[in-house]
């Protein structure tokens, strides 16, 4: 079965200073990845996607991921926050179902911003 | 813009009530997602609808229904609110372009006592 894992629960990071966030994924094919993001009391907004190509995609608000199919991976990152920033941000990968497509979310990582 | 709009961003309601989330979407979407979200379980999908009057259950259907009548439209219905459905409910609607981007609304935080 599809799954997604957020290994981090919160992180903590400066002003200025970069960011990553992890994300792996268990999916047998190709797989379609999502970031979202989730500020104080809004919902959620996409950031970027992976469907094929150039392993490095970009998205809105400066920040970047990239697929690595070999460490199943597709970590976000930026390479200097902004108090704004802090929020919560989930990683999603698109299942196929009978249906139609689904969406399969991490657990989310609360992202802190230090002044 | 897309817009998502739920009907109430704080609920309460009593243990055995009937309740109804509504959701309304503007951008004529085909899709409609029901998903609720708790902490360190992220959100979990429990009810889709691809077209309307087409439903499909999600992940944790149990103790809820939905409907869809319209196509901007998509209610979550809890037919006997228990405590354990305490939690925020987000709604989402997406075109069957090949875009796959899922659009939000605010979310319904939901408490039943």
């Known amino acids: 079965a599809q799954s997604v894992t957020q290994p981090d629960i919160h992180i903590t990071v400066s002003e200025g200073a970069s960011l990553e966030l992890r994300c792996n994924y268990s999916y047998g094919a190709t797989p379609y990845l999502f970031w979202y993001v989730q500020s104080p009391g809004q919902g959620l907004q996409l950031l970027l996607k992976y469907f094929s190509g150039d392993t490095l995609v970009q998205g809105i608000k400066g920040f970047e991921a990239e697929f690595k199919r070999s460490q199943s991976s597709f970590n976000l990152r930026k390479p200097s926050v902004h108090w704004s920033d802090a929020a919560e941000y989930f990683c999603?990968?698109?299942?196929?179902?009978?249906?139609?497509?689904?969406?399969?979310f991490g657990t989310g990582t609360q992202l802190k911003v230090e002044l | 813009d897309v817009k998502v709009t739920q009907s109430s961003r704080y609920l309460v309601k009593r243990t055995g009530e009937k309740v109804f989330l509504e959701c309304v979407q503007d951008?004529?979407?085909?899709?409609m997602f029901w998903y609720r979200q708790d902490p360190g379980l992220g959100l979990r999908l429990i009810y889709f609808s691809y077209d309307v009057k087409m439903k499909e259950k999600g992940d944790i259907p149990e103790g809820y229904s939905v409907s869809r009548e319209k196509k901007e439209r998509f209610s979550l219905i809890l037919e006997s609110a228990s405590t354990n459905q305490t939690s925020m409910y987000l709604c989402?609607?997406?075109?069957?372009?090949?875009?796959?981007?899922?659009?939000f609304g605010p979310g319904t935080r939901l408490t039943v006592t």
């Open positions: 951008m004529d979407h085909e899709n």
């Open positions: 999603a990968v698109e299942r196929l179902t009978g249906g139609g497509n689904k969406l399969t």
């Open positions: 989402a609607s997406r075109s069957v372009d090949n875009s796959y981007e899922q659009y």
